[in-house]
């Protein structure tokens, strides 16, 4: 719990309870998560020690963008508990005046019992004293039960709240519990591993995309974040290939620094309205800037609830009742008789207090007068921010009715006459450029009274087929870039990104002139892959981590899918499965496949399919050893080129793919000791095969035959033999 969050609880209690309760969630999440991993590989136990170790390593930081919501959460429900109290005193309070106000009739009765021979129930001023304690207690029990209910409503919808905020915590947390649990495992997995390296791992449960788990490039993070501090407004695109983590990327950059900047996440429907979209958009920021404090949550909480006026009215007027019916009381108890202490004395005069009492108590919780008092005080810019959210919520949700009304009505025992004249105005729909408008003002007055900024992220553009509809949707919000407050993040194609850092050739487009700049995130180093799979998967070799990292190319998503791959491959055996195994099972089924849909895409476009790639493929089918493998693939490889690639230019490319896997074949399919996996590492010979192969990946999609030339030279410095393609036509 950070200082800012815990200045807003009230007491040390409070403090040390929260504390308490973050650090039971950390445990249990701690303790889910190794009832999940009991089925460590190989001779890897999961032992207190692990335990204490992960335990050590595991904060809530890991999950801001959960940990937040339940913050808040907890500060609503504490300030239910705080009314609550409040309310149960006042009630208790209600309940000892009407007890006190009963004791005192019986004993005022009992006295004045004693006195006479006969009880004086026939006197008008007994009769009355009576009638009164019981009207006077029906009264308390009233207001004790109406005082109740409204409050009651509350705690139970925060606790709510509560509850749905913790789920979420917890399963962020047992998420991360499982990460650094795999981190701890896999080193010491890494200090007791055997002769030869092999795959143990039976169970990869969190191999697969996670929020919370972090996986963003440092780099680009810092990029995005340094270009966003350094000046008051920017529209910043975010380009990359799918799978990159681009989503990740804005995800993070809008939860670095929550106390300055407010997060606004929104992905792009790939079919959309301009206005639809843009009230939707305008939405989400009053939203946004509601829920990034207590006073916001309070009133998103309070918004569908009845209004409270009505309460408010009907308590000062129980309390104006009984204030009157005091003086009435103590007035009667004046002018009769001639004791000086009269029998509606006491009755009286607890009626006025009580009433007093109800007033005082009505307005120090009514939200009028809390508003009233801020704005006296010079309301500070969290009250001025939910009070600016709050207008254009009621703005955008609801439709305003205005009525005037002049009525002149003549009534007589025989005869009325009646002359009224109504009009209604109804406030219609905004268009789109008065909702720019508006949206450009509502920004401008949030900036001018609140230090914090905007960060807008706008995901899923690059999803967009058409690239007409990704240029028509950056038209549309241009009026919008380049406010004074706000920051956009929009994700981009990887065509956009090219023709944005082409700007100085006469070759420009709506996204040049739109964004201030379109960063790259760049793909995984093999560090960031290492580091990755370590987190989340005990017993994968690190050898087969830098297999995995060639494979994908760096891209994050694919990465997870190879692996998540190669778990399956030792999930099949019966016993530890050496690197050499699972390559040679990955680089076969993969080849196979790339093969058939090269096949299928050639006869679904009408193209013909020659009969020596069909023999080779079969050929490809058949080998059951690495080394087979390996030539085999070259052999597809190499009539692709000679017989395809002439007639379907996309050929190229598969056999560019194709040469990328018997290079990975042949060095990673050799069985090889860990310490030998250590020295070409120290070497660098293992780390530089895979960034090779990675980067040749890149190039394929530029240009095949350079990926290929890059292949070549790596297997010729390596002493693998090179390909020898088949002149182009030779059938």
Same mark, same amino acid.
């Given at each position: !719990?950070?200082?800012?969050?815990?200045?807003?609880?009230? %007491?040390?209690?409070?403090? /040390?309870?929260?504390?308490?309760?973050?650090? %039971?969630?950390?445990?249990?999440?701690?303790?889910?998560?190794?009832?999940?991993?009991?089925?460590?590989?190989?001779?890897?136990?999961?032992?207190?020690?692990?335990?204490?170790?992960?335990?050590?390593?595991?904060? !809530?930081?890991?999950?801001?963008?959960?940990?937040?919501?339940?913050?808040?959460?907890?500060?609503?429900?504490?300030?239910?508990?705080?009314?609550?109290?409040?309310? !149960?005193?006042v009630r208790v309070t209600l309940g000892a005046l009407s007890l006190l106000t009963v004791v005192a009739g019986g004993v005022y009765t009992g006295i004045a019992a004693k006195d006479a021979v006969v009880l004086p129930l026939y006197n008008r001023e007994y009769v009355l004293f009576a009638i009164t304690v019981g009207v006077l207690s029906v009264l308390l029990a009233v207001v004790a039960v109406v005082w109740k209910l409204p409050v009651r409503v509350v705690a139970q919808q925060a606790a709510a709240r509560l509850g749905h905020a913790e789920d979420r915590l917890f399963l962020a947390l047992r998420a991360e519990a499982e990460s650094v649990l795999s981190s701890v495992l896999n080193e010491r997995w890494a200090l007791s591993k055997g002769e030869i390296a092999v795959l143990e791992s039976l169970d990869a449960p969190i191999l697969v995309e996670l929020e919370t788990v972090k996986s963003v490039p440092s780099t680009s993070l810092r990029e995005v974040f340094d270009f966003i501090e350094e000046h008051r407004t920017s529209a910043i695109g975010i380009s990359g290939t799918r799978g990159i983590g681009k989503t990740t990327l804005m995800r993070a950059v809008q939860s670095m620094d929550p106390a300055n900047y407010i997060g606004v996440y929104l992905p792009v429907p790939v079919h959309y309205a301009a206005p639809e979209f843009f009230r939707t958009l305008f939405r989400e920021v009053a939203t946004s800037i509601l829920k990034s404090n207590s006073e916001g949550m309070e009133y998103l909480a309070r918004q569908n609830r009845v209004v409270r006026q009505g309460i408010e009215l009907a308590r000062f007027a129980v309390g104006g009742f009984f204030v009157l019916g005091g003086a009435v009381l103590i007035s009667y108890a004046r002018s009769a008789g001639s004791f000086p202490v009269k029998p509606m004395d006491v009755p009286g005069l607890l009626l006025i207090l009580m009433g007093l009492g109800i007033m005082v108590v009505t307005a120090l919780s009514s939200s009028v007068v809390h508003r009233a008092i801020r704005e006296s005080l010079g309301p500070t810019y969290v009250q001025q921010d939910v009070s600016l959210a709050a207008q254009i919520l009621q703005n955008l949700d609801y439709s305003a009715t205005h009525q005037k009304l002049s009525k002149n009505v003549l009534a007589m025992k025989i005869l009325t006459v009646e002359d009224q004249d109504q009009l209604e105005l109804a406030e219609r729909e905004l268009t789109h450029p008065e909702l720019v408008l508006k949206f450009r003002d509502f920004i401008s007055t949030f900036v001018r009274t609140s230090p914090r900024e905007i960060i807008i992220a706008l995901d899923e553009l690059d999803k967009m087929e058409d690239g007409e509809d990704a240029l028509a949707f950056v038209n549309s919000i241009k009026d919008l870039l380049h406010i004074q407050g706000v920051h956009f993040l929009v994700s981009v194609s990887e065509d956009a990104l090219h023709n944005f850092s082409l700007r100085g050739v006469p070759l420009r487009d709506v996204f040049d002139s739109s964004f201030d700049s379109i960063i790259p995130v760049q793909r995984f180093t093999i560090e960031e892959s290492t580091h990755l799979l370590q987190s989340r998967v005990v017993g994968f070799p690190e050898c087969l981590a830098l297999f995995c990292h060639a494979m994908s190319g760096g891209v994050p998503r694919d990465l997870i899918r190879v692996a998540r791959q190669c778990v399956g491959v030792r999930r099949v055996g019966e016993a530890a499965v050496p690197v050499d195994k699972v390559v040679w099972s990955i680089l076969s089924r993969q080849a196979v496949l790339v093969c058939e849909a090269l096949a299928a895409k050639m006869q679904q476009e009408q193209q013909r399919v020659p009969a020596r790639f069909l023999e080779a493929v079969l050929d490809l089918k058949t080998?059951?050893?690495?080394? +087979?493998?390996?030539?085999?693939?070259?052999?597809?490889?190499?009539?692709? /080129?000679?017989?395809?690639?002439?007639?379907?230019?996309?050929?190229? $490319?598969?056999?560019?793919?194709?040469?990328?896997?018997?290079?990975?074949?042949?060095?990673?399919?050799? +069985?090889?000791? $860990?310490?030998?996996?250590?020295?070409?590492?120290?070497? /660098?010979?293992?780390?530089?095969?895979?960034?090779?192969?990675?980067?040749?990946?890149?190039?394929i999609r530029f240009e095949s035959d350079t990926a290929a030339s890059v292949l070549d030279s790596l297997r010729a410095e390596l002493g693998f033999p090179r390909q020898d393609f088949l002149p182009t036509g030779n059938q």
């Open positions: !719990m950070n200082d800012q969050n815990a200045a807003q609880l009230s %007491g040390l209690a409070e403090r /040390r309870r929260l504390v308490e309760e973050e650090r %039971g969630l950390l445990d249990r999440a701690l303790a889910k998560a190794a009832d999940l991993m009991d089925t460590t590989p190989g001779h890897l136990v999961l032992d207190d020690a692990v335990r204490e170790e992960a335990r050590a390593r595991l904060s !809530m930081d890991s999950v801001r963008e959960q940990h937040r919501p339940w913050l808040e959460a907890n500060l609503l429900q504490a300030a239910a508990r705080r009314s609550l109290r409040g309310r !149960m005193a080998v059951r050893d690495l080394a +087979s493998l390996t030539a085999a693939v070259d052999e597809v490889a190499r009539r692709i /080129r000679g017989c395809v690639q002439e007639d379907y230019p996309l050929a190229g $490319n598969a056999a560019a793919y194709l040469s990328c896997l018997s290079t990975l074949g042949a060095y990673f399919g050799v +069985s090889r000791t $860990n310490e030998e996996w250590e020295r070409e590492k120290a070497l /660098r010979v293992s780390p530089r095969v895979a960034e090779s192969v990675a980067g040749a990946l890149e190039l």
